[in-house]
């Protein structure tokens, strides 16, 4: 959390300025360098930035994660997440809690119940991964029985690439010649 300080150095929105006099003679009487030198110091009293008595501070959105994973073992794992964020006059408050079940070495099933501001809902999905290759698919508001009546759905399908993704030890074993 933090605050944004605007209290000084705030610059009125239009400025003008013509530059007149300017002459070159060939005679030399008149320097270009001192005329020059006086347009310049003129521009920098115009665009200084001027002190003002509207300044204004603004206090930045606080926004907290907090999440914990817990693996009861190789094929079952839990998850927790917390999020809340302040939007403008309100407070945003989620709750997901998620369950992971490893069914083979490449498949991985998911279900989740999520409480977005007081609004629940329910997901399922899995995870396919046969190597460097992945793929998945996540539903959500599996609750809505009635789909004439939903007010939302949220369907996922994804495919990415793992690189240097380390071997699983039951790779590892047969690489080695061990069973």
Known sequence: MGIENNEFYTTEGE?????????????????????LEEILDSLTTTMEPITTTGSYKTKLNSSVFLGVAYTLNKRHSFSLLF?????????????????????????????????????SNLGTGFV????AFQMHLILDNILAADLFDTKNLFLQLGFSLQFGKKPTVKKTRKKNGLR
Request: proline fraction near 2%; avoid cysteine.
């Open 15 to 35: 400025s003008e300025f013509v530059i007149d006099g300017l002459i070159q003679s060939s005679s030399g009487d008149d320097d270009l360098e001192d005329q």
């Open 128 to 131: 396919w991964s046969p190597g």
């Open 83 to 119: 999020h809340t964020r302040k939007n403008l006059d309100s407070r945003l408050n989620v709750l997901n809690l998620g369950y992971q079940f490893q069914l083979v070495e490449s498949l991985e099933l998911i279900g989740s119940y999520q409480n977005f501001n007081g609004l």
